[in-house]
């Protein structure tokens, strides 16, 4: 964990995500790809958000900047629900609320120069209007990322792919946003300049105050770089605490098969995937119940019957389990 600030629970948070539901497909059969989740996000906070792939991450990561539109539920920035804005507001909010995609490579148009990349995002927001004010704050976007002004000029083949994704830092920056959603920003990457990026990120937090959702499956980076943890199972909240809480102490059946699956901090390692025995459930006829429970070694035939509720465990330790004897909050130890 990088910075041991959490911000108090009283301050008000810049995001704040209220019994959000996004189903896709038909009324009859949806895919409930995210199921009533809420969490806040405070002004400078990092939220990383954890799940194996097909948990509703980046499904989130996208309704909470409306670029899908949500089922149900709320999205409040700085306590106004956005999903009310008009076209007009929307747009004006945008610039405020930036994405980096996982994949670098698809992610910029490869017949746009860097300096017409990010010269539209400029434009598209009325920022550094003018050629002489557009082309200095492209060179100093550049440099804030780590690259060189004169590599305006050149495409987006021309560079590597940790430099891709710094281009596509820097269009995200353009604006001046003060939340960013970061989906899985490294795991295109090569192992190598992984930690780039990640330096990157972590660097541009502390100078320019960014508030940022980290979508990760890499659960190194996210010890690393967030101060607060969501873990998520098909579509719904199992456990949510501080970075330091989740490592040391994780409650929840499902956070304790992740971590003790979780690679060693072996280069070689890095990017291999999460282990956990069969597979996750499809989304259209999610298991009764607690929907971890076909995958949980500890699960009793309540859980069966019986949604449960995400309880505070102990302050800003939340865990959504039946079993609360399991949930005594003894250290388990990471492998
Ligand atoms: N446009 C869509 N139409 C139908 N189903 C979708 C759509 N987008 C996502 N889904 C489904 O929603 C569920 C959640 O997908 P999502 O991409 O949010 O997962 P994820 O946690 O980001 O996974 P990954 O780690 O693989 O990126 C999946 O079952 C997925 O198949
Ligand atoms: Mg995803």
Do not use: W
Not at 60 to 66: D, H, M
Not at 114 to 129: M, N, Q, R, V
Not at 266 to 282: N, Q, V, Y
Request: proline share 7%.
């Amino acid at each position: 964990m990088m910075t041991t600030a959490v911000s108090s629970p009283s301050s008000s948070p810049l995001i704040e995500v209220r019994g959000l539901k996004k189903y896709f497909g038909s009324n009859e059969r949806p895919v409930r790809a995210v199921d009533d989740v809420s969490f806040a996000i405070q002004p400078g906070e990092t939220l990383g958000l954890v799940g194996e792939s097909g948990s509703g991450k980046s499904t989130i990561g996208r309704t909470v900047l409306r670029l899908v539109e949500r089922t149900e539920g709320q999205v409040l920035y700085r306590g106004d629900d956005i999903g009310g804005l008009s076209g007009e507001r929307m747009r004006k909010l945008r610039s405020k609320l930036q994405i980096i995609f996982q994949d670098p490579y698809a992610s910029l148009n490869p017949k746009m120069r860097i300096s017409a990349i990010l010269g539209e995002a400029l434009s598209t927001h009325g920022l550094h209007k003018g050629a002489a004010a557009r082309d200095k704050r492209i060179a100093e976007l550049l440099e804030t990322v780590g690259l060189r002004p004169e590599h305006a000029s050149r495409f987006p083949h021309e560079f590597s792919g940790g430099q891709r994704q710094r281009i596509g830092v820097a269009r995200a920056l353009a604006v001046e946003p003060e939340f960013i959603v970061a989906d899985e920003p490294l795991s295109a990457l090569d192992v190598s300049i992984q930690s780039q990026v990640i330096n990157l990120l972590a660097d541009l937090r502390e100078r320019l105050g960014l508030t940022m959702l980290f979508i990760s499956h890499d659960l190194d980076v996210v010890e690393y770089l967030c101060d607060r943890v969501v873990v998520l199972y098909l579509g719904k909240v199992m456990e949510v605490a501080t970075t330091e809480e989740l490592f040391a102490n994780p409650s929840h059946p499902y956070t304790q098969a992740l971590l003790a699956a979780s690679p060693k901090p072996d280069p070689e390692m890095a990017t291999e995937r999460i282990a956990l025995k069969g597979d996750i459930p499809s989304p259209i006829s999610p298991p009764s119940g607690c929907v971890f429970r076909t995958r949980c070694p500890h699960a009793i035939e309540a859980c069966a019957q019986t949604v449960p509720t995400l309880d505070e465990l102990s302050p800003g330790h939340y865990s959504a389990c039946i079993r609360k004897e399991l949930l005594s909050n003894t250290a388990v130890a990471r492998p």
